[in-house]
Nanobody, 120 residues
Framework: QVRVVESGGGLVQAGGSLRLSCAAS????????MGWYRQAPGKQRELVAD???????YYADSVKGRFTISRGNAQNTVYLQMNTLKPEDTAVYYC??????????????WGQGTQVTVSS
């Protein structure tokens, strides 16, 4: 069983910063990509940023230049540094991990979500 746990959300004023952390644990062969999605009230879940096992990154246009995604040395952790936060960044942020439990099987696992609230 694979478990994905996020931490680091909270309340911050506009212009401030937060750092989200996510760790995947359990029994598996390898983790491929990891990423962050967010879902605001009444809106669909959207991809914020992701990072491959090789370090290639993707950012949504709305966060480019403000957010930075990175992975830990052990490759089972991912971080999202969020700077210059805006009220429209308010959402529940979800971490995902694309896990090869065995080499030929790729499955996506999700964390429980962490609330980020940006006040104006």
């Amino acid at each position: 069983q694979v478990r994905v746990v996020e931490s680091g959300g909270g309340l911050v004023q506009a212009g401030g910063s937060l750092r989200l952390s996510c760790a995947a644990s359990g029994s598996f062969f390898r983790i491929d990509a990891m990423g962050w999605y967010r879902q605001a009230p009444g809106k669909q879940r959207e991809l914020v940023a992701d990072i491959s096992s090789g370090g290639s990154t993707y950012y949504a246009d709305s966060v480019k230049g403000r957010f930075t995604i990175s992975r830990g040395n052990a490759q089972n952790t991912v971080y999202l540094q969020m700077n210059t936060l805006k009220p429209e960044d308010t959402a529940v942020y979800y971490c995902n991990a694309d896990v090869r439990v065995v080499v030929a099987t790729l499955q996506r696992y999700w964390g429980q979500g962490t609330q980020v609230t940006v006040s104006s």
